[in-house]
């Protein structure tokens, strides 16, 4: 047995019937900065005055290469500030370091981590961003954008490896090899008498 | 005053390496050792007078002055004397006690051990000492003066006050007799010398003395140079008795003749049996008031008896008045006294029986409870204190020296304590595994050398066998737990099953100088586990200096004394024929040449193999005359956890890692130099030399070598340099190179020969040496490194300080050659835990192992490593016997004492029960937020 469904509750009944957007009464002026939401008269006659023609295909293709450009060029212009991020949890790190004996801090460990991450998704996630600007006529132009926007992404990348030698996590010095140094075995070996 | 509260506590929060509080006394333990008792110099005395209990005072042959509480047998206090032949004496009812050594003459407070007064006697040696109980019939109750006789060029009698050590007279013999001995009587001093004439035996002068003045009143000479041979024929010069006797014999024992000090008569006695007498004893009492009563010992192959003599002061005669059985078998007699009345006490191995010296009838007999620690040896000379009511004697304690070295208390027929004094003569130790861990590593040996089917086989069958312990083991879980979480050790015993977790539990074999041999169980705060004689196994030879070695199952021992050498097992103590083991390998591979090396005629020279009698293939002589007095070398077992050094810039300094270096100590005496040369033992190259000036060669030189580096002391001659004086430490390490990230010469090779080196390095490989000097302020006698499991702890240079009475662990990092002088570390050197040179080592209390221990006489402090890594055995021997754990880096795989585990259990308990609590609310919740949506 179906129950009839409960009425609905009050804000949907407020939601549906809103009060009348202007009052009749026009002798109070508005506030100041406030502009009224255009009645769909206004709105009518205000689109018939700035009437504007449709792009052509060029000028879209043209427009989309400039968008695509520029989000290639994206990870570029956060560079310089992620380096100063970076330059600054170094300090931070060094900081860190000095205050509590070379440990790994948990910001900078983030830090890389997003360093890392960021580059990588944005990668793999290359033909989604892209799948916009793709038209028959931007294809072709476009596989530069997209080496652009690989090489930039990479360039964050890179960032990430160069904070994370700066941070001494990468194998690059001897020392972090050495486990893997044997001792001399000598050919020869000698003992005072009174051990034998 | 805030501002040093605050320091202070900053000092108490900065992690020092140090002894924690609660682990002294826990992981440490020490025998405070006095040395074999002598027979003269022990016995029962109270401290003060009117005190209660009395303790009891030894001189022992160690030349210490100690005083044992005989209730537990712990030390009360000791002091050490210089020189040879001791004497203790203490009067009655004093609070001092009197010793006498060389030429000092000093009394030290009964109770605490203190100083109380020091007469010095320049030149002259004490010769006897007694003290004046009685002065002309009244006892002196305030302090008792002591009268001692001086040898050297012109002997002299001499009275000093009892209080402030002064000189009261002065009575000088210039007949140049031998003095011998001082007795007192009530109202005589005797003065008694030897006076030998140019043919025959001596004659026993006896000069009589007024202890007022100091005036001589009378002088005889017994005829006695018929017996009188030399002095141990003189058996007894009684002290302080009513009647001072004065007894002899002759070389073979056959008449004993007694005199009667004061008196000419000389009474003539036969020993009872006709046995041949090894040794007769004379024991008297020694107070004033007591009955004159005397018993002699007479000591044959078969056994011993004794006769009791009365002395009629009136008659002046001495009298027979009944004999002891003879007994088969050792024993001694022991003398007390009672008020007036005078108690003898037999005691032999099996039993304990008390006489009267009046009377013939037994007034006490116990049985003694033999330990299995003295099954084999017998009492050697005691002391008692008896307690007599009503005729019969109800309680008797005994501290007998039994001949296994033990000084025991035997309390009523048991046992009360044991001392271990023969501990104290301790020459070398050496560590051994436990049984079970041997034989262990025996199965997984067989194991190892076995096809993986076979040895599958072996290892369940071994887990078969296994598991008859484990019924046991499971009765054992429940005390573990309880123990392990009320905080408490389980380190009192280990049984067969418990297994030793953290490899605590070692053995350590100690060889004595005069050849006895024990073992000591390190986990059980030095249990001595068995004893035995060496002499035993070779009954011809005489042990001047016992080396050991320890291998799995058995400890070889090797002295000058006598050929080859004794193999003799570590569990048992048993001796072990050389056909019962298999010798165990020499410890290289067979890839690997083998080199021994000994110091020969003064040379060290070294020998292919164990052909010594071939040509040596090299032979080191030290130039200009200079003499070898030590070489250092590697520890057989040395790990190395880093080949290199990492420094502050993640480059690295390769450690020159050569197993064969040795270090040579030369010196030369005419010029103060003392030498060292660093050595490859394989080839004899010589690779480093380092020459030291104004040194004073007479002091001891230690010198110690671990890994890439070794270590060594000095003392500056005080004479010759005004410049720079006292002790000098100096520590060396080897790199293969100077250059960061470089190998040498050698380069990546991985392996190298020094006898016969590649053509590309041309010569030996020599290391590259970083050497720094410290100025400390105390001389070093013994130096040595702690050893880990796998040498990833840092190390510690552990080294003794006999005029502090310390054992002290440097750290590795304090002592790093590689501190910068003259100027602040950089920062990569401060990241390496580097800090600026400083000439001077303040040698810091906290490194002290010993804490509140005085560790006396220590002769050397062996090391090994135990089953963590953070944590080093350490076992010092030598007068006193001394072992501690060590953890250089801290005991960071094991969790401390202040874990708390019940606290752990509770809050993890506590958590789960939250959960059972808060799981339905969050329940609730989640469905409720689901249905407002």
Redesign the interface.
Known sequence: MSALPPPPPQWVIDLNSTPASKPKNLSIPDPPGYTAALSSKQRSQSSKTAVRKAPTTEEMDTLKMKKAWELAIAPAKQLPMNAIGTLCANSHLYLGMYMTGNTLQIFSIFMVFTLFKTPVIAVLSLQRVFAPFETPGTSGRLIGVKIVYVLMNMLMLGLGIWKVNQMGLLPTTRSDWLAWEGERTWSERAVPRQWL | MRFHALALAACLVLPGLAIFEDDAYHVDYHHALVGLPKHDTTFFQQPYAGSKASLLYTLSQKQVIAAVNPKDGALVWRQRLSGQRGMLRAGEEQDTVVSATGDSITAWSASDGRLAWEARMNGATVEDLEILEQEDGITNVDSKDAIILLGGGSPSVRRLDGKTGRVKWVYTDTSGDIPFQVSTSPTTVYYISLHTPILGGSKLKVTSLSPITGKKLDQYTLSSEGEIQSREHILFAGANTAAPLLAWTDKSNKVLKVNIIGTKGVSTFAPPSTDVVEKIILHAPNRVNSLAHFLVEYQTTAGHSAEIYHVDLKKNTISKAYSLPELGGKGTFTTTTSDANVYFTRITKDELTVVSSASHGILGRWPIKGLPSLAAAHPVHGVSEVVVKSGSASAVRSAVLFSNGQWVLVRNGEVAWQRPEFLSDTVSAVWAELPEEEALAHELEVEGHQNVFAAYIHRVKRHVRDLEHFPAWLQNIPNQILSNLLGKSQENAIGDIQHDTFGFHKLVVVATEPGRLAALDVGSRGKLLWNIDLQQYAPEATFVRP?L?ASRGYVEV?DEGFEGSLLVNTTTGGLLSPKDIDLQP????D????????LVDGELK?FFG?D?SSDPVWTFNPPDGEKIVN?A?RP?KDP?A???K??G????LYKY????L?LVTAVLKSTHTASFYLL????GELLHAISHHDVDVSRPIPSTFSENWFSYSLTIDSTSDPASRGYQLVVAELFESDI??DRGP?G?????????PSSATGDVAKPYVLSQTYQIAEEISHMTVTQTKQGITSRELLVTLPSSNAIVGIPRHIIDPRRPVGRDPTTSEA?EGLTKYTPFIFIDPKWHLNHKYEVIGIKGVITSESGLESTSLVFAYGQDIFGTRVAPSFAFDVLGKGFNKVQMLLTVAALFVGVLFVAPLVGRKQINSLWTM
């Not at chain 2, 020499?586 to 591979?589: L, N, Y």
């Not at chain 2, 810039?649 to 690295?652: I, M």
């Not at chain 2, 490859?680 to 080839?683: E, K």
């Open positions: 080396s070695k090797k020499p410890v290289t591979s890839a690997q040449t083998f080199v021994a090396f000994d070294g164990t010594y070489f070398s057989v190395v880093s080949i290199g990492v420094l810039d993640r480059r690295v890692l050569n197993p064969n040795v490859d033992s394989a080839s960061p990230d050698l990546a090779s991985s392996n190298s020969s020094t006898l016969q990241t």
